[in-house]
């Protein structure tokens, strides 16, 4: 198909722009949403009318989306996409390593010959037609024989015949439609949780369905006891009663003999030991009874509390799996991949971390993460080794001096010898850091957990004492009333209180957009009094664009742009790469005589006209030029990042880039002071960049060019003046502040959720799901305070209730049943 | 009221039978994604009844 770009005044443009679908304003990009710079004109044809876009990326996400037949996704969809990037080289490159072999072998199954499988984790989903559009898509691709996405967690299961299409095709082809697909590998530890899931699910069914057997015929007996029953009825029902207790006591209830036998092994008072005495004192008894054909059975008390219980504990597991599988899975998804050099120093080539040998050279880039324990043998540089020591701050090194696998590359390309490899690497020092988070349990549940152990041990006090008393008053009621102290008073309540909460209100941020990598990340949020913002790519995109391009009249926008771009087609600068990407397709000028100066720029001769482009300090050193002073005043308004472009006599053409304010970034100060909170902005750049965005935003403290360092330092003053401070920053070069902070968020899509120190990652683009996060913790602390409170009054009411023999067991059972599923369902509350 | 010793057992065959199921659909999987089918069988349709759409805009156009 041809590209359906088009421009503005084609006659087909009508006034229905946007009749398609209603999801982007009028005049914003059709694909994404953003406003359209005002001198682009970019169009894609969709169902015969010119949508505007606001950059090369979304026409080229948008122009495969129709190319492909998949023109009614924008019809369907609820939610504008993600911007597109288009297929940028380095992605090329880092997608084009899934096709070795040995990092095909952590991510890729075979079935038979050339038949390949691998999960494969797509971010960018923003609504349900987002499945669709990457189930249809994929499908349709030459070679792929299955594709399954699963909604909940977003991930995707491909097959595909490897003769045909590699790993990396897919992966390519998926981002041309916008969205981000990476390869991760389901591993034992998830398998096992699945596994773990269905076996609840199952002990849960078989509970609750032999469970309503014996309730509906204990209803019988009692009907018989109080109207009269044929003696062999009753003992026809009291056997079958017995029969249909046994599987729920060997199978349903089996997890809490095993844990409480656990408990007691390690010396320890946990939630099962009461909950095991309870259910087999009870299942005794009532056996015996049944056998003897004498005395109360209990089974209906005994189905109904394993019920309930799997029950609120397959919720609560639910739950907290949800939330930490997208977590484990991320870090595995990180594909460790490095730069290896050849011995001579030359070539590279992109290999898998896990293949290096001890002596190999290796480069690492800024950003990169180191691949493996080795020593610097070129270049300087900070690195940042938070993840590995909690050192916050970057530590400067030299040649010579020792790099620890998994710390970050901060600030300058690195050569270095590998000297030590296999357990030390990345992924095992990521892997680690996470567990170790996860493993932290908010405060307020690890106060839940102290008090009911101490409870339990209480409990079990009390109800020998109770047993005791009764058995030298009422020879008689003794067991029955030393069994309902026991039922009534088990903690699960309490113990179910925070977690399930919190569980629960993980699951929506989730949803929300907001992956929240500790527990007690949601109890500091309620803590916060002030917010700091970084400037680049949080409240901005942190990505610069093109605003305008001021060319000489003897040259137009068009050639400007293509003889920048000739210069800057190698040049790894970001603003260069703008600069490509905006040319489009290069025209056939080749550029000559190369030669760049670092951090100035670059010099090149085409058809013999020697160019410059770079700086406005490069430009004057290097040639004889003049820029116009009517220019010179266009700019200075605004604090603009300016790159000229001259010839050896003059100047052509001026390029000026802005790097946008995220257009909810006002939304979201606005809602933050709106709850009372102090909003501050730290920033590295400079003043006026600094003033322009508090002013857009609202922001009336701002502090410019400030260094990480100084950055923390402010923050740790603030937190001396006992405010609680939320940091949000873009998550790579904020590490210091982030973790100094009390609770952080940092921005960036999922993937760079493992690199991060912050206790929260912004997933979603969109950053009022912050302050709604805020509302929400808020809200979650509530619920918390409420399960407490009604867990303790309950078990504080009831116990004594039950010790004066007012309770029946079944009651005790029900009582108990019921106060932890109100536990679970007021939790539940904040799902909705 | 010895219809009973009849009723129960059946009753309790029916139990077995619905227990069976119910673990089969566990182990099957059909428990691992409950909001995807409900979304994916809506999609399906839109698309089914736009692309006819599409036809017909496209022959009377």
């Not at chain 1, 046994?246 to 909950?275: E, K, N």
Request: glycine fraction near 8%; aromatic fraction near 6%; include cysteine.
């Amino acid at each position: 198909m041809k590209s359906a770009i088009a421009k503005r005044d084609d006659p087909q443009n009508s006034v229905e722009t946007a009749a398609v679908s209603a999801v982007a304003g009028v005049g914003d990009c059709f694909h994404c949403g953003l406003p359209v710079p005002p001198d682009l004109d970019l169009y894609v044809n969709i169902d015969g009318v010119n949508q505007p876009m606001c950059c090369h990326g979304c026409q080229a996400v948008a122009d495969s989306i129709i190319a492909s037949g998949h023109a009614n996704f924008y019809r369907v969809r609820t939610e504008v996409s993600p911007t597109g990037q288009g297929l940028v080289p380095e992605f090329l490159r880092a997608t084009a390593v899934y096709d070795v072999p040995e990092i095909q072998d952590q991510f890729v199954h075979s079935l038979g010959a050339d038949m390949r499988e691998a999960s494969l984790i797509l971010e960018g989903i923003t609504c349900a037609a987002c499945i669709w559009l990457n189930e249809q898509y994929i499908a349709g691709l030459p070679g792929v024989t299955d594709v399954r996405v699963n909604y909940a967690t977003q991930r995707a299961l491909v097959r595909w015949d490897e003769t045909r299409i590699k790993l990396s095709e897919i992966l390519q082809s998926i981002q041309k439609i916008g969205y981000r697909a990476l390869p991760y590998n389901p591993d034992q530890q998830q398998e096992s949780n699945r596994q773990q899931r269905r076996l609840q699910l199952r002990r849960l069914a078989v509970a609750g369905l032999f469970g309503m057997q014996v309730m509906m015929i204990s209803i019988s007996l009692y009907a018989g006891a109080w109207s009269g029953m044929e003696a062999s009825f009753e003992q026809f029902f009291r056997w079958l009663s017995l029969g249909l207790t046994l599987p729920v006591m060997l199978y349903s209830a089996t997890p809490f003999f095993i844990s409480a036998g656990r408990d007691l092994a390690r010396r320890q008072v946990g939630m099962d030991v009461p909950v095991s005495l309870a259910i087999g004192i009870a299942f005794a008894s009532s056996a015996l009874a049944t056998i003897n054909g004498q005395g109360e059975i209990y089974f209906d008390s005994v189905v109904m509390f394993v019920f309930f219980l799997s029950a609120s504990r397959y919720f609560e597991n639910m739950a907290r799996q949800r939330c930490a599988a997208s977590v484990e899975q991320l870090a595995q998804s990180m594909p460790v991949v490095t730069t290896r050099l050849a011995p001579d120093g030359g070539a590279e080539e992109s290999v898998a971390a896990a293949t290096l040998a001890i002596g190999d050279r290796v480069l690492v880039r800024p950003g990169e993460t180191i691949p493996a324990d080795g020593e610097i043998i070129s270049g300087f540089s900070a690195l940042d080794e938070s993840l590995l020591n909690g050192e916050s701050i970057p530590v400067d090194k030299n040649v010579g001096d020792r790099l620890l696998g998994g710390s970050i590359n901060v600030t300058n390309p690195l050569q270095m010898e590998v000297k030590s490899v296999g357990a030390d690497t990345v992924m095992a020092e990521i892997q680690r850091t996470i567990e170790r988070a996860q493993a932290e349990k908010p405060p307020l549940a690890r106060l839940a957990d102290r008090v009911a152990a101490r409870f339990i041990s209480f409990v079990l006090l009390i109800v020998i004492s109770v047993a005791v008393f009764w058995w030298l008053h009422d020879a008689e009621r003794w067991f029955e009333i030393a069994l309902a102290v026991l039922i009534v008073s088990c903690p699960c309540a309490l113990s179910l209180a925070t977690p399930t909460a919190i569980s629960a209100s993980l699951g929506k941020l989730q949803s929300a957009g907001l992956l929240v990598k500790r527990g007690s990340a949601l109890e500091n949020l309620n803590r916060v009094t002030h917010v700091v913002f970084d400037k680049t790519g949080t409240l901005t995109r942190g990505r610069p664009r093109l605003e305008r391009v001021i060319c000489s009249p003897e040259y137009d926008r068009g050639q400007c742009l293509q003889i920048a771009a000739a210069l800057e087609q190698h040049s790894e600068h970001p603003l260069a790469r703008v600069l490509v990407q905006e040319a489009g397709v290069l025209e056939k000028c080749k550029p000559t005589r190369i030669a760049s100066t670092a951090g100035g720029g670059i010099c090149a001769s085409i058809d013999d006209v020697d160019y410059f482009i770079g700086n406005a300090s490069y430009i004057a050193s290097h040639s004889s030029a003049e820029m116009p002073t009517q220019w010179l005043e266009e700019i200075a308004a605004d604090a603009v990042t300016v790159v000229v472009l001259a010839r050896a006599d003059r100047v052509i053409a001026m390029f000026t880039f802005v790097d946008d304010l995220r257009e909810d970034a006002k939304t979201l100060i606005t809602h933050l002071q709106t709850l009372g909170k102090s909003v501050i902005l730290m920033t590295g750049d400079g003043d006026a960049a600094a003033r322009r965005v508090a002013d857009l935003t609202g922001i009336s403290d701002y502090r410019a060019q400030m260094s990480p360092h100084g950055k923390m330092e402010a923050v740790q003053a603030l937190q001396r003046e006992s405010s609680a401070v939320l940091m949000i920053g873009d998550g790579v070069n904020d590490a210091p502040v982030l973790s100094s902070a009390d609770v952080s968020i940092a921005m960036g899509g999922a993937s760079s959720l493992a690199k991060t120190s912050a206790d929260i990652v912004l997933t979603a683009n969109h950053l009022p799901a912050i302050a709604q996060s805020m509302i929400f913790a808020a809200e979650t602390q509530r619920i918390v305070y409420q399960n407490m409170g009604w867990a303790l009054m309950y078990n504080f009411g009831a116990i004594p209730a039950a010790a004066m023999g007012l309770i029946a067991p079944w009651l005790a059972a029900l009582g108990m049943s019921v106060s932890s599923l109100l536990v679970v369902l007021n939790a539940l509350r904040l799902t909705r | 009221m010895e219809i009973i010793y009849l009723l129960i057992p059946i009753s309790l065959i029916l139990l077995g039978v619905i227990v069976w199921i119910l673990l089969w659909a566990v182990r099957d999987g059909q428990y691992d994604d409950l909001e995807g089918p409900a979304h994916r069988i809506l999609m399906d349709e839109d698309r089914i009844v736009d692309t006819q759409k599409n036809s017909r805009r496209g022959d009377a156009g």
